[in-house]
């Protein structure tokens, strides 16, 4: 290989670090930082979260249960859907995976805008901050979904000006953040990383960065839309005076269906990071992962209305939204396939993150099973807004999102800490976690079938069994995140120090000291082929060649 | 490794530095679109939903006025053409003359759109029909795009006059021009569905 | 695979273990095909059974996805994990893509996709008619409300509650809609659905919008309706019956209404006897939904009623009658409709003679 000269960015001379406090941890303007913000404050909001879910399993743990009155049930409802969707999972996937590993993957000493991503973290705080004080004003109850009329009507909307405006600050800071890693993706790759030769995260990143920026945009148009209508009785849903409540439905949705790829296809970057490092063997159809994420992008824009098969559609729409949701399983289904191959004939290492990439797969395949269910009109005459819908969108959000999240975690801890979390702790959580979710969210698919609706604080007698049983899992599973939470203060106190490369992984950010420097590179390094061809020599020059490459575990 | 003083910008550097601007401007030009076409869909969708259009006792809004405006906002993109052009060259007083041409016409657009608000329309209030609803919305965030465009306009003259930009470094001019065609196309897409469709 | 090599690449435990797999997926797969969906959720229409079959298509072949996948997942971790004397940096085979493989595994989910997407879109007009062909069927309306349906008949005056009787074997047409009184936004109506599920029926109750759908029932018994979207504080106990009949019990229940209608003047209520125990129970069953045993100002949907026979401050009842035991139960039974919303009358609150009664007397007990 030889290494022709080449010509590296003007920019890339090195600034002097911040030496306050302020500069350095609060108003950081290093992408690192702001990752581990976004992490702390996300996490916050994922206990929180989490916390209204058990709630409301504590309501259903029987029918007629008077645990909570009916408003506070739709209130955690409604809250627990706002805040995992806006206030844990986008900015966990985006604004702190993205930021924390995107920079360094194309060998970047920071994102393009440095002041605009410091500005996207601390609109989630205020965004938090505006959703969660509509408790104390009457929140919102007509789910995340807020579907006109329901959610302007009183005494449930009284609080709906202040949900819009969270989620209208967290809609700006992603469409921020997406404009941000699109212009950092194109122009600022290492010399010699052309697209064919980003690690697969970036690739995912890039296109979700497009999502954020497209969809989320038409988010901030629909919420400003329905505060003008709550607000000022601007007509536009008000079915009395021409208004049309469907249409929400469409502006919404044309949003929100990009939003759960926006959840996911991060996600589906550290599994695709995660299967070579640990299986040791390049990651089989690399292109044809980067591609169907692309061709996953697109087609997100096309199928929004699957989620509106009841609402009255024509039959061209049906049959158009029908058709491309069933597309749409074809590049999904190509991912999956190509990561359970890669496992062929590897030499896999059974470590954490690769148990909760596993686990990743074999509950996400479900989701995905159940998602071609749903997409054929017909039959979702009888899944629709039941428990069945319920209990296929944790399967791609908790089974899919946040096992990746965790698999990320356990990944990256090393190089975003220097420390190692321990094994064994990993293992336990991964285990309960696994088998627990399952138990939680396998049940609710026949309660469905069988007939309950969804967002309801009572049901028929008949459900009361399986509701039981869902509700205790539902216990065990969130007290398995107690395991992680105490194994990253272990880490913290004992964990032993992790070195550069822990792994043995090939991406750049693997090349620099953990915890990555500021600036991450001394020197810009130059990318001479793709990332994963594990057993040959390392595809850089201009990096410390002092690095280990073997795992050190 | 590049250069060592990182207060002096070399020229490279400012090149690339305003090559991501450009194109993180442009992805901003291209979202604020989506919000344009979110409202945009939105009037479609009500008004091919309504029985009659425009609603019962709604008039239809006056197309002259509209037509003479639209001329003083494509004229002020001629104007921002050509005070560009003056920059490019560096001919500082054609620069200085027409951009104060195209403040003057995008004023003048303004004031135009709120004698249309205010006195030609006494039926169609923005809380009062679908039609309302969309016209006040749509041209309304069309007007505050505007005004964002005068004042952008302004502060750029006055940064002008004070010598910060060059003939080789306008960045922030660049932005303006740019913004200030993508608000004259946004209109032209408003004109037709309100006053021609 | 054309590269030569002493091991095959695909060796006899590859083979062994899809061999294991694919007997899994075939017992899954034949279950799939026997399962007796009806015995656990009766198949109470015309529509049932094709959209069963839509699903069990969906299971048929989504099951050896989920074997194989899950299965490759776990025989391939196992077999092939680093053993303890490998060295720490052993790498895996460098076959990095197969075009025929993945060729493969693009075509035929897509063509799956395709003769899924054909069979639901025969499917969907069984449901939703296309064409005036289901004019000539028996048209009903029904209409959502907070938080109860109501039934208009063809010939018959006055609507049904909450009760959907229908002849068995006869093409129904059901236009659904929702509508309240009020012609507001913040008290007018909202989004309902009509779900029967042993019907696999369901279809949103938009304001504003009439949805015909169609349907034969096909068995005779007592279903549930749910409101699946959600509609405000009572949508928890949104719930409806279909009553599915013989021609002869439907005739007679259709002349039993049309009686009913002739003559509206029914025997008045009687509160005597009423139980205040009974009444808390189902107070607390049915009216805490939108009223809390408080006084009026703390109000849900409705207000307080905890002082409702000697509050000085609200002498008279919505009806702008005195607040006596009879003209409280009055308004249990016609129901009252005030600035607040809407109160249901006593059939689309499920509510006996003997509730009422019960009711009464429990309210009275309240201070």
Redesign the interface.
């Known amino acids: 290989m030889s290494v022709t000269h080449v010509e590296l960015p003007a920019s890339s001379h090195i600034h002097p670090p911040p030496d306050t406090f302020i500069k350095k941890y609060v108003f950081s303007l290093d992408h690192k930082v702001i990752a581990i913000q976004y992490f702390i404050t996300a996490g916050l909001f994922l206990v929180f979260a989490g916390l209204l879910a058990e709630l409301m399993r504590v309501q259903l743990m029987g029918p007629n249960n008077h645990v909570l009155s009916v408003a506070v049930f739709n209130q955690a409802y409604s809250l627990h859907g706002t805040a995992m969707v806006w206030l844990v999972g986008i900015p966990i996937v985006t604004g702190a995976f993205g930021n924390l590993i995107m920079p360094v993957q194309i060998g970047a000493r920071d994102v393009a805008f440095p002041w605009l991503n410091m500005l996207s973290f601390w609109m989630l705080p205020v965004a938090g901050i505006l959703v969660f004080a509509s408790l104390l004003f009457g929140a919102p109850q007509a789910g995340w979904t807020e579907y006109p009329p329901v959610s302007l009507q009183l005494p449930l909307g009284e609080s709906l000006s202040l949900w819009c405006a969270g989620v209208f600050v967290i809609g700006v800071s992603s469409t921020i953040t997406g404009l941000n890693f699109l212009v950092t993706i194109v122009k600022m790759r290492a010399p010699g990383m052309t697209y064919t030769r980003m690690p697969l995260f970036v690739w995912a990143t890039g296109v979700t960065a497009f999502l954020s920026m497209i969809a989320t945009a038409n988010l901030s148009a629909a919420l400003a839309g329905l505060f003008i209508q709550h607000n000022f009785g601007v007509p536009f849903y008000d079915v009395t005076r021409g208004g049309a409540p469907v249409l929400w439905q469409h502006v919404f949705w044309f949003y929100s269906h990009p939003a759960v790829y926006i959840l996911i296809l991060p996600a589906f970057g550290i599994v695709s990071e995660v299967i070579p490092t640990f299986v040791r063997r390049p990651i089989f159809g690399y292109k044809a992962i980067a591609y169907s994420s692309a061709a996953i992008g697109l087609l997100s824009f096309m199928v929004w209305a699957h989620h509106m098969f009841t609402s009255g559609l024509q039959h061209w729409e049906q049959l158009f939204f029908m058709l491309l949701t069933m597309v749409i399983a074809v590049p999904t289904g190509i991912k999956i396939f190509s990561w359970v191959t890669t496992l062929w004939r590897g030499k896999i290492r059974l470590d954490s993150p690769l148990l909760f990439v596993l686990g990743f797969l074999s509950t996400f395949t479900l989701g995905g099973i159940t998602g071609v269910m749903l997409a054929s009109v017909p039959a979702d005459a009888q899944e629709h807004a039941s428990y069945f819908v319920v209990a296929h969108i944790h399967y791609v959000l908790f089974g899919g999102t946040i096992f990746g999240i965790f698999a990320g975690l356990y990944y990256w801890w090393p190089k975003m800490t220097g420390r190692m979390l321990d094994e064994r702790l990993g293992k336990w959580h991964f285990w309960l976690m696994y088998i627990f979710f399952n138990l939680t969210f396998l049940p609710m698919h026949w309660a469905g079938l069988m007939g309950m609706p969804r967002r309801v604080a009572t049901y028929d007698p008949m459900f009361a069994g399986t509701n039981l049983f869902v509700s205790i899992s539902s216990f065990v599973l969130a007290a398995s995140i107690l395991i992680f939470i105490y194994n990253a203060y272990r880490s913290a106190r004992y964990g032993e120090p992790a070195g550069p490369n822990p792994w043995g992984a090939r991406t750049l950010e693997w090349m620099i000291p953990s915890p990555m420097p500021y600036y991450n590179f001394r020197d810009v390094p130059i990318v001479l082929s793709g990332p994963y061809d594990y057993g040959k020599p390392l595809p850089y020059a201009n990096i410390s060649q002092d690095l280990a490459m073997t795992p050190v575990r | 490794?590049?250069?060592?003083n990182?207060h002096a910008v070399?020229d490279?550097?400012y090149?690339?530095?305003s090559?991501?601007?450009l194109?993180?401007f442009l992805?901003?030009l291209?979202?604020?679109c989506?919000?344009f076409?979110?409202?945009i869909?939105?009037y479609l969708?009500?008004r091919n939903?309504?029985p009659l259009w425009p609603?019962v006792g709604i008039e239809r809004p006056y197309l002259y006025l509209a037509a003479v405006n639209s001329i003083v906002l494509f004229g002020s993109g001629a104007t921002m053409h050509y005070a560009m052009e003056g920059m490019r060259h560096d001919r500082r007083s054609q620069f200085i003359g027409y951009t104060l041409a195209t403040i003057v016409l995008g004023s003048m657009f303004l004031g135009g759109q709120a004698y249309e608000y205010t006195h030609l329309l006494p039926h169609t209030t923005?809380?009062?029909?679908?039609f309302?609803?969309s016209f006040?919305?749509l041209t309304g965030l069309h007007g505050f795009h505007v005004f964002i465009g005068v004042i952008f306009l302004i502060v750029v003259l006055l940064q002008t006059l004070r010598g910060t930009y060059t003939q080789e470094r306008h960045f922030g001019l660049t932005a303006a021009t740019l913004y200030w065609h993508f608000v004259d196309v946004i209109w032209v897409a408003l004109f037709f569905l309100f006053y021609i469709y | 695979m054309k590269l030569e090599q002493r091991e095959p690449l695909l060796d006899s435990g590859f083979w062994r273990a899809v061999a294991v797999m694919t007997v899994i997926s075939i017992v899954l797969m034949v279950g799939v095909v026997v399962f007796p969906v009806e015995k656990y959720l009766p198949e109470a229409a015309n529509i049932s059974k094709p959209i069963d079959d839509l699903f069990k298509f969906c299971a048929f072949f989504g099951a050896p996805i989920f074997v194989f996948i899950n299965g490759f997942l776990l025989y391939f971790s196992i077999r092939y994990r680093r053993r303890p004397d490998e060295p720490i940096d052993a790498v895996g085979s460098e076959i990095h893509e197969h075009h025929g493989l993945e060729v493969t595994w693009t075509i035929i989910p897509s063509l799956l996709m395709i003769v899924l997407a054909v069979l639901s879109y025969l499917v969907i007009p069984m449901y939703y008619p296309t064409n005036q062909a289901f004019a000539s069927a028996v048209t009903l309306e029904a209409i959502g409300h907070k938080f109860y349906y109501e039934f208009r008949y063809p010939g018959l005056k006055q609507s049904v509650m909450n009760e959907l009787h229908l002849p068995i074997g006869v093409p129904v047409t059901v236009d659904l809609t929702s509508a309240e009184d009020e012609q507001d936004v913040h008290n007018g109506a909202v989004i309902h659905s009509f779900w029967v599920p042993e019907f696999r029926v369901k279809q949103d109750m938009i304001p504003g919008i009439v949805i015909p759908i169609h349907f034969t029932p096909s068995e005779i018994g007592m279903y549930r309706i749910v409101c699946s979207e959600f509609c405000g504080l009572g949508h928890s106990h949104m719930w409806g019956k279909v009553i599915v009949q013989t021609r002869a019990e439907f005739d007679a229940w259709y002349a039993d209404q049309q009686r009913a209608a002739a003559s509206p003047i029914a025997a008045p209520l009687s509160l005597a006897g009423g139980n205040p125990s009974a009444g808390q129970t189902i107070f607390n069953a049915k009216c805490t939904v939108c009223h809390n045993a408080a006084p009026f100002a703390q109000r849900k949907v409705g207000p307080g009623l905890a002082q409702l026979f000697d509050d000085p401050d609200h002498p008279d009842l919505v009806t702008g009658k005195k607040a006596t035991p009879d003209n409280v139960a009055d308004i249990l039974e016609h129901g009252a409709h005030g600035d607040m919303g809407v109160m249901p009358n006593m059939q689309a609150n499920g509510l006996t003679p003997k509730d009422v009664a019960d009711l009464v007397a429990y309210l009275r007990t309240l201070r």
């Open positions: 490794m590049a250069a060592a990182a070399s490279a550097e090149a690339e530095v090559g991501h601007r194109l993180g992805f901003f291209i979202s604020d989506v919000i076409g979110n409202f869909f939105s969708y009500l939903a309504a609603p923005w809380a009062g029909t679908t309302g609803a006040y919305t």
